[in-house]
Structures are given as C-alpha cells and as structure tokens.
C-alpha cells in the first residue's frame, strides 16, 4: 500500500542548532515532493519545492534534499529559532507529476531558548 | 490581498443538520480544493475542482458534495451531518491542479457534530 511516513514524535532541539525532520515515502513514484508550515489553529502554509530531477534546494535557512532511490526527503532548518517551532508536513504525487499532492501527518517541531 | 478566506470558522451541528462550508479565493486560481484534517490522520482531500466547471472526487467523498460557484468561489455541502464528520475542514486553492503548483489554505472550519 501507499505510506507516507513522518515521524511522529515531536522533535526537540535547542535553538541555534539545525533541526532535520525526516518525510519517507513508498509505493509512490513522486516527479515532486513540497514542504509545509502549520501552526496550532491555522492552515498550512507552503514552505519549498523540489522536483525528482533535483538533489537539494535552498531557500534562506531551509534546506531540502530528495533522494528517489531511498524514497525520502530530509528538510533542514539551520540556526532554529523559537519561532520556528510549528508542525511540518511533507507533500508529494502519486506519480509522473499530474497528481493532487497527498500530505504526510507532520512533525512538530519544538525550538528550546 | 485575503488570500483563501473560509466561513464560517467554529460550527456546532447536531447529527442529521445539514450545511454549506464557504470558500472564496482572490488569487486567481483555477483549482481549488477541500481537505480535512482530523488527529492522527493528516490532511486528506475530500473534493476537488481543477478549474471552473469541473469537480472531482478526492480520498473521502462519501457525506459530501460540492459546487464551484464561480472561479473564486468553492462550496463544500453536508447534507445530513454525522459525528464522525466532525473534523477541521481547509479549502485551498493553486494555480493549476498538481504538477507541484503550491497549495494556499484557509485557516479553517472547526466542525463538531454531535
């Protein structure tokens, strides 16, 4: 069957470190993979893109790498603050491109001062 | 510039009311979409309409039905409401249906069936 996998546990850190939150994937053959923002109460907001044909992309202090052959995607945000805290779903199509994104479950994430 | 509004945003029905979700968007956009989101389960896609004129089913049709208005507006209908139909309820909209186009969100319509 298809699973998208995120962890489930929060993840804590302190901030100023990197925080990593990890988006697995199978039975699925994604042409792309996005990242999304939600905080308590809102909707999600859209963070970053990234296509199969692309290892990483970087927008500020986030970074994203996508790995068709493990079938994850790794979402970095370097020098975490508290405001950073929120939950972070990763999206992605079934196949080829063409279809509606299906989302993962999140996690959160908890920056520490 | 709202972006993806929704009304109403709290909502207490009693099992077997019905009622309309509204959704408009002033982006633009030719899809538009509804999800909802209950714990443990994520985000997952009711109904969808790729452009004016057309609607689709998503994951979990099955208690729903949907009108596209217009080209801002999305309507999401239960017509006879159940506890298990109580969720948080996002429309969102994008400029084309998949291909990786972004997804904007409303903040929501938090919907207690009892």
């Known amino acids: 069957s298809q699973k998208i996998e995120q962890n489930s546990e929060a993840l804590n850190i302190q901030e100023g470190k990197t925080a990593t939150l990890t988006c697995n994937y199978t039975?699925?053959?994604?042409?792309?993979l996005q990242w999304y923002r939600q905080d308590p109460g809102r909707g999600p907001v859209f963070l970053l893109l990234?296509?199969?044909?692309?290892k990483e992309k970087r927008k500020e202090r986030l970074k994203v790498t996508f790995d068709t052959t493990l079938k994850q995607s790794l979402f970095h945000i370097t020098a975490s603050q508290p405001a950073d805290s929120a939950t972070y779903l990763c999206?992605?199509?079934?196949?080829?491109?063409?279809?509606?994104?299906?989302f993962g479950r999140g996690t959160s994430l908890i920056v520490h001062p | 510039n709202a972006g993806v509004t929704q009304t109403p945003k709290f909502q207490v029905l009693k099992t077997g009311q019905s009622m309309t979700l509204q959704c408009a968007q002033d982006?633009?956009?030719?899809?538009m979409y509804w999800y909802r989101q209950d714990p443990g389960m994520g985000l997952r896609l009711i109904y969808y309409?790729?452009?004016?004129?057309?609607?689709d089913k998503g994951e979990v049709p099955n208690g729903y039905n949907v009108s596209r208005l217009n080209k801002r507006e999305f309507s999401l209908r239960l017509e006879s409401a159940a506890p298990s139909q109580t969720s948080v309820y996002f429309c969102?909209?994008?400029?084309?249906?998949?291909?990786?186009?972004?997804?904007?969100f409303g903040n929501g319509t938090r919907l207690t069936v009892t």
């Open positions: 982006m633009n956009h030719n899809s």
């Open positions: 309409s790729a452009s004016e004129g057309t609607t």
């Open positions: 969102a909209s994008s400029e084309e249906a998949g291909f990786g186009s972004p997804l904007h």
């Open positions: 039975n699925y053959s994604p042409a792309y």
């Open positions: 999206a992605l199509d079934k196949t080829g491109g063409s279809y509606i994104p299906t």
């Open positions: 990234i296509r199969e044909n692309e």
